[in-house]
């Protein structure tokens, strides 16, 4: 009976130690499996961010962000629960860094194109501020091709109004500039068309004043002809009047007499006479009178003087 139950003693340890053995031996194998699936993970994860780094081309690099994200760990991989817990911040905070290497180059370019609203104010600068709208407008197509990406499972924050409100804004002060100058344009304009004016003005004035001094010296030079004949010719000494040809300059022919006596017609003393076809005209040479038929009665001493 005592072997009986040694028997059956021995039989239930053995079974015991082959049990606990058995789970110690499945315990072992598990958490083998799961170390090496976690360190498997963790190296694919750090030779992706390294060959992330290593590209220098962007687009490539979103190509290699945009593979890590389709590729995240899954139970669906045949991955135990454990590895993916136990990678999951590893994945997470190498997520992180690819996204921030383009939100860095969208701050930078946002930053490098900001102008501060009292330095804008102040800019008349039109090729920089439209320089900023463009590289604005060229950020604004970038974020919208990659933020499916960068933004996975993360807020894209102002990124999208922040372009936006500082395009808007140089826009506004591009109009603002463009209007002062025109008002400038349109003010020099009118200062030049009235300077032109006034030297038109001045210019006529002057023509003006020209026209009438000439017109003055012609109507000096007429009366002064009026009065002269290159050909003819007062002798004192002879108490003569002469013409190299005779002729007045008129055309009209002229009789010339000299005599101490009066005609019938006059009873004044005269020196000479000449006769023309308006009549007889009489001259005193000792006083200068003269006097024609006709009752008309001059001094041509003082006419001389005059001439």
Same mark, same amino acid.
């Given at each position: 009976?005592?072997?009986?139950?040694?028997?059956?003693?021995?039989?239930?340890?053995?079974?015991?130690?082959?049990?606990?053995?058995?789970?110690?031996?499945?315990?072992?194998?598990?958490?083998?499996?799961?170390?090496?699936?976690?360190?498997?993970?963790?190296?694919?994860?750090?030779?992706?961010?390294?060959?992330?780094?290593?590209?220098?081309?962007?687009?490539?690099?979103?190509?290699?962000?945009?593979?890590?994200?389709?590729?995240?760990?899954?139970?669906?991989?045949?991955?135990?629960?454990?590895?993916?817990?136990?990678?999951?911040?590893?994945?997470?905070?190498?997520?992180?860094?690819?996204?921030?290497?383009?939100?860095?180059?969208?701050?930078?370019?946002?930053?490098?194109?900001?102008?501060?609203?009292?330095?804008?104010?102040?800019?008349?600068?039109?090729?920089?501020?439209?320089?900023?709208?463009?590289?604005?407008?060229?950020?604004?197509?970038?974020?919208?091709?990659?933020?499916?990406?960068?933004?996975?499972?993360?807020?894209?924050?102002?990124?999208?109004?922040?372009?936006?409100?500082?395009?808007?804004?140089?826009?506004?002060?591009?109009?603002?500039?463009?209007?002062?100058?025109?008002?400038?344009?349109?003010?020099?304009?009118?200062?030049?068309?009235?300077?032109?004016?006034?030297?038109?003005?001045?210019?006529?004035?002057?023509?003006?004043?020209?026209? *009438?001094?000439?017109?003055? $010296?012609?109507? /000096? %030079?007429?009366?002064? !002809?009026?009065?002269? #004949? +290159?050909? @003819? =010719?007062?002798?004192?000494?002879?108490? *003569?009047?002469?013409?190299? $040809?005779?002729? /007045? %300059?008129?055309?009209? !022919?002229?009789?010339? #007499? +000299?005599? @101490? =006596?009066?005609?019938?017609?006059?009873?004044?003393?005269?020196?000479?006479?000449?006769?023309?076809?308006?009549?007889?005209?009489?001259?005193?040479? +000792?006083?200068?009178?003269?006097?024609?038929?006709?009752?008309?009665?001059?001094?041509?001493?003082?006419?001389?003087?005059?001439?």
């Amino acid at each position: 009976m005592k072997k009986k139950v040694i028997i059956i003693i021995a039989v239930v340890c053995v079974a015991i130690i082959a049990v606990v053995g058995t789970i110690f031996g499945v315990n072992a194998y598990n958490n083998y499996t799961i170390q090496q699936q976690t360190e498997q993970q963790v190296k694919s994860i750090d030779d992706t961010y390294s060959k992330f780094t290593k590209e220098t081309d962007r687009a490539k690099k979103l190509v290699i962000l945009s593979d890590f994200i389709k590729n995240k760990p899954s139970t669906s991989d045949e991955i135990k629960v454990e590895v993916l817990n136990s990678v999951e911040p590893k994945y997470n905070e190498t997520l992180a860094k690819m996204q921030k290497f383009f939100t860095d180059d969208y701050d930078k370019t946002i930053k490098d194109n900001t102008i501060d609203s009292k330095t804008l104010k102040k800019t008349n600068d039109k090729k920089k501020l439209q320089s900023c709208i463009d590289n604005l407008e060229a950020l604004k197509k970038t974020i919208d091709s990659e933020k499916s990406n960068v933004f996975y499972k993360k807020d894209i924050g102002n990124y999208d109004k922040k372009p936006d409100e500082l395009i808007s804004s140089y826009n506004d002060r591009i109009t603002a500039i463009e209007k002062a100058e025109a008002e400038a344009k349109a003010k020099k304009e009118a200062e030049a068309k009235k300077k032109a004016e006034e030297k038109a003005k001045q210019e006529k004035k002057k023509q003006t004043e020209s026209s *009438n001094t000439n017109n003055t $010296d012609n109507s /000096y %030079s007429d009366n002064t !002809n009026s009065y002269s #004949d +290159s050909g @003819n =010719s007062y002798d004192n000494g002879d108490n *003569n009047y002469s013409s190299n $040809d005779s002729n /007045y %300059s008129s055309g009209n !022919n002229y009789n010339y #007499d +000299s005599s @101490n =006596s009066s005609s019938g017609s006059s009873e004044k003393h005269y020196d000479s006479w000449y006769e023309s076809e308006e009549g007889k005209s009489y001259f005193d040479e +000792s006083t200068g009178e003269a006097w024609d038929n006709n009752g008309n009665t001059w001094n041509y001493k003082d006419v001389q003087e005059w001439f």
